[in-house]
């Protein structure tokens, strides 16, 4: 077995020198280009970069009033395999032409001539800040793995549509002669070593659901509380898709399916007291909990089509990030969100500003369907670059691939052997 | 639930009018807005609504976005508050991606509604009995409405023969019952809220749709209702609503290449002496449409074509066919209708997301009255369907269904599977495969390298009054 490689959260927030706002956005705006038109060739040279994207934020991004003082400021994210000191140095010197042109806007970068990977990796370093819940849709699948498993899919599904099989021939049968094919084909040697996969850690869960249980007095006294002193008080919304700035809208469909995957990156303000504050913290904690135990075979909170998705607060916690990678688009992800965990959206973003009003964070909310989807959009911010090494693999197909690969090797009889077949 | 008005809706959204021999759809541009509204006005009591009886004639009403301007509705607040979708039109960078109209499709191409093609304002819907009751009916509203309007294009449509498309499918099976109408209940799940489908009700979601709002005065706005919803001025008055007892239509000329749709399928199953097999090819193509040529649901036929006409609609997925050995994943009909098996949600979960994305065809052919087979396929001149649906939100309904569940090639399980009928795109990008695959109890069959064999003509958004807007309008 081989070890598993964890995925992890970067997240870089720096000021941008008023000077060279411009400047960035152009430099943005040229790998954009060529990302679109699929003559990028430099992400791809990180072994460890899954999904990355750059965004542009200040005080227009906020559709609420901030509640501290922000710039302008720029956003680097990326999901990375391992270690992060390993990925940052990747990073750095792989992509060093981006990392200077872009980072050469920022304040406090390192001059031209004191530039060395070292010295970048700590002005990153400098300035990378905590992500407070982190979803990966295929737990321990790095990014050389993923595509690994695709071309093993790909030559075996290859290999059963070229032969003509002999309507006797058993699923057993067919399933031997897959497994001779590969061990033919050396290329495909790393496949005979299974792949280790997370399974949901059960006894975490128990320990949390008697957590919540022992503290469920407390819950019930909080909920009355917020409903008391703070749902009741919220202000109805009314805001509709249909009156959401044309310019704005457009501005983000323009970057939105041109893959098969698209990202949402939003920004929201929470609502400035500190029992909304401590509620958030307590989702997040939540989103923690089952996140990285129970939400570990490729849905979150039920959703089968998100890869990776965090939620960062950052601005002395008064301001919070979500970012999102997912198959599909935006209509069917903001749908699956309301359909699949309207509960578990309403318990989150209830906390910031101007959300649909709730009750209980029960009902109301996300479940307000036309004013959640405007609100969606409206906090939503454009995201200036967005790479992703796998266009073309639904998370779906990215775990079926690692059962196809581990299922290869085992012994099945005739039910399972037809299950393994189905996965073509 | 509320009751519906019917008296005040259009009445092509609850009625087909299949036994109606012309249905011809008048594409209108305005040249004198005045002129226009004076036509609006003389007809408004003729339009027919859900509760009128109907003889030998009928007609109802669409505008583009861009006819409500011409005609003078042009305050902008007011047209904002109308959806995106119709307020953009078919023809837009980002619409083109989601309906995937691209090659032959793109709409720089179109006979109408597209960029090089004469504006479209209003859409004038006549039925008649047969051909000459229809012609002889828009001569007399023509007179009427020359002043104000001119003729830009005329889609000349008819019922389906024998309700089959001319790829050979008995057509239009499956249909939302809308809830509150003086229709039968379905008694299944094609029963749904008339908020999906008339603005001004609750939907699927138990919220009302986005709808339009007459932000600003104007016209006679005694003629409009309030909104339900709620939305007010600053002064607490609630705003007149101009979309309640009325929807969205969606029009599509859709070309069917029958000859080349057949012999693709037919090359599928050539034998060793290259000889077609026309039974197995009528196989491939009903496990394509998931149904058979009669309309028989592959679920439970799954071996061969009982004949006759079928309309049988009440099957289901999820306990008859989990592997879709019967009917594949990849199927027409398995994707425009998931019923109880929705991805992988739970039954309940599944029958009610379904819900959420349905829309009411309003389907017609056009070309030669032919019905094609694996024995005939080639009929004379260009053939196809004025695809039509109605719906309460664009977005969520009609393109979701394109997008999401026709073109994107990641439905449930699948890898690299469009829809076969109007998912395949004519020139895929490199390095994109478009399969079929065909579930089978050992080894999948795949059909490779699929085509495209639907062609889009023409196409645009409607905005499908009620009785009063359109009386409203006519003050404007």
Known sequence: MVDMIKQHPLIILSPVKKDMLETLDKRLHVIREKLQGGTETEFKKVPTLHYGRFVILNRDSFRDEPTVPVGTRLIFSTNFDGDKENHLTELVTHLEKYIDDIYECCEDYPEAGSRTTESRKTYLKKYSIKTSAFFNGAPGRSVQQIHKEASLRDHIWSYINKNKWNGTTTAVEIHRAIRNEIDSKSEFEWSKQKAEVQGIKWLNLIAYGLLLIAALPLVIIGALYLFLFHELWNKKQTLTLSQLDDRKVNKLKEVEDLFPQNQFTQVAVLKPNFIRRLNFQIWMLRTRVLANNVFVHGKLLNIPTIHFARWVLFDKNRHVLFFSNFDGNWQQYLGDFIDQSGWGLTGIFSNTVNFPKTKFMITGGAYDEEHFLAWSRSTQVPTQVWYCPYPHLSIKNINNNTKIRNELRMDLNEEQAKAFLKRF | ?476
């Not at chain 2, 008048?26 to 027919?48: G, H, V, W």
């Not at chain 2, 499918?169 to 379905?186: C, E, L, M, W, Y």
């Open chain 2, 1 to 476: 639930m509320t009751p519906l008005e019917l008296s005040d809706i259009q009445a092509y959204l609850f009625k087909d009018y299949k036994e109606m021999g012309s249905s011809k759809y008048y594409l209108l541009q305005i040249k004198n807005a005045r002129a226009a509204k004076e036509f609006l006005a003389s007809i408004a009591d003729d339009i027919t609504h859900a509760n009128a009886s109907v003889n030998e004639t009928s007609i109802n009403i669409g505008f583009t976005s861009k006819g409500l301007i011409a005609l003078g509705y042009n305050n902008e607040e007011n047209m904002h508050s109308f959806s995106r979708e119709f307020r953009e039109g078919m023809v837009s960078a980002h619409r083109q991606r989601l309906l995937g109209d691209f090659d032959s499709s793109d709409p720089s191409k179109w006979q109408w509604g597209g960029p090089n093609n004469e504006q479209i304002d209003i859409m004038l819907m006549v039925f008649g009995k047969n051909e000459s009751v229809a012609e002889n009916y828009f001569h007399r509203l023509k007179q009427k409405f020359e002043p104000g309007l001119s003729v830009v294009h005329i889609l000349d449509g008819r019922p389906l023969p024998k309700d089959r498309e001319h790829f050979g499918f008995r057509d239009g099976i499956s249909q939302p019952v809308i809830k509150g109408s003086n229709t039968t209940p379905a008694g299944n799940n094609d029963d749904i809220n008339a908020g999906e489908f008339v603005l001004g009700y609750k939907n699927e979601y138990d919220v009302y749709p986005d709808a339009p709002l007459l932000k600003v005065a104007q016209g006679n706005s005694r003629l409009l209702p309030n909104n339900p919803g709620g939305y007010e001025d600053n002064s607490g008055k609630p705003f007149k609503d101009i979309g309640r007892n009325g929807t969205y239509f969606v029009l599509r000329q859709l070309e069917q290449n029958v000859n080349g749709y057949w012999s693709f399928i037919k090359k599928q199953t050539i034998d060793t002496n290259g000889n077609p097999n026309n039974q197995e090819a009528t196989k491939i193509a009903a496990k394509m449409m998931g149904r058979w040529p009669s309309g028989a649901p592959l679920v439970l036929d799954p071996d061969k074509d009982p004949g006759g006409d079928s309309d049988e609609n009440s099957f289901s997925y999820r306990s008859k066919d989990p592997e879709g050995e019967k009917c594949p994943f990849g199927s027409h009909i398995r994707r425009m209708n998931p019923r109880d098996q929705f991805e992988e949600s739970p039954e309940s979960v599944s029958l009610k997301l379904t819900r959420r994305h349905r829309i009411i065809r309003r389907v017609r052919s056009y070309g030669e009255d032919f019905i094609g087979s694996a024995e005939n396929h080639k009929p004379n001149g260009e053939v196809g369907l004025l695809f039509g649906c109605f719906n309460a939100n664009i977005s969520k309904q009609f393109e979701f269904i394109q997008y999401t569940w026709a073109n994107s090639p990641k439905f449930k399980r699948l890898y690299d599977d469009p829809d076969p009928i109007i998912g395949v795109r004519e020139c895929p990008a490199t390095g994109v495969k478009q399969n079929f695959t065909i579930p089978q109890s050992t080894v999948n069959r795949v059909i490779p390298n699929m085509q495209s064999f639907v062609t889009v003509k023409g196409g645009a958004y409607f905005f499908f009054p009620s009785v009063s807007a359109i009386k409203f309008l006519s003050t404007i």
